[in-house]
């Protein structure tokens, strides 16, 4: 079954600066691999999604790359603003199945 | 444009009782999912249609857990009989087609069972 991690589980930082999220899975045979970030009492929404064959996706500020073979992915941030501020999760998808890591809760700092 | 709805945000029942909960998916998605997300076990996938057919319910966690999709712009889940255990916010998402496209999630209802 696959695993998927995420580190850390919390993270503060001021505003202004830039981030790495970081997401790993067990197993590298995956079909795409999707980052959500979710805002308290709201649904996911979804940031970027990379597919098996590509090595990153990009999206204003937001820029997330993918290594199968390492079983890692990581959501960079730049220029971090408080409404950046929200849990961020990271979704396996395996083909037939969807596997979330538990999320980094992100906290920028004004 | 309306975003995937779903239908109560709250509920609170006693043990023993039905639960329905109720999804509307955005115009045009063909696939649909239904999640349980708990402080302990994270975001779960229980089951997910493609074209209003069941693909895969190995999420579906015991029998008393069910979930129907009648025509493309409806579906529910149903737990019968509901157990405090079931207690957890329940999400519904969908997406165009059934694996490469993003998923959009509703606002999700939060089952308390007493």
């Known amino acids: 079954k696959q695993e998927v991690t995420q580190i850390p589980a919390a993270l503060s930082v001021p505003e202004g600066e830039n981030l790495v999220l970081n997401c790993s899975f067990t197993?590298?045979?995956?079909?795409?691999l999707q980052w959500f970030r979710q805002d308290p009492g709201k649904g996911l929404t979804s940031l970027l999604l990379i597919q098996s064959s590509q090595r990153e996706q990009t999206s204003g500020r937001l820029n997330a790359s993918l290594d199968k073979s390492s079983g890692r992915s990581t959501l960079y941030i730049a220029a971090s603003q408080p409404g950046d501020s929200a849990t961020y999760l990271c979704a396996v998808n395996t083909g037939n199945q969807f596997y979330f890591g538990t999320g980094t809760s992100l906290t920028v700092i004004p | 444009d309306a975003g995937v709805i779903q239908s109560p945000r709250h509920e609170v029942t006693e043990m023993g009782q039905e639960v329905t909960l109720r999804c509307k998916p955005i115009?045009?998605?063909?696939?649909l999912f239904w999640y349980r997300q708990t402080m302990m076990r994270g975001l779960e996938l229980l089951i997910y249609f493609n074209n209003n057919v069941p693909i895969d319910d190995s999420g579906m966690p015991e029998d008393r857990f069910s979930a129907k999709m009648p025509n493309a712009s409806f579906s529910t889940l149903k737990i019968q009989p509901s157990e405090p255990r079931d207690s957890a916010v329940y999400f519904c998402?969908?997406?165009?087609?059934?694996?490469?496209?993003?998923?959009?999630f509703g606002d999700g209802t939060r089952l308390s069972i007493l």
């Open positions: 998402a969908s997406s165009f087609t059934l694996f490469n496209q993003p998923q959009h």
């Open positions: 197993d590298s045979a995956i079909y795409n």
């Open positions: 115009s045009g998605h063909n696939s």
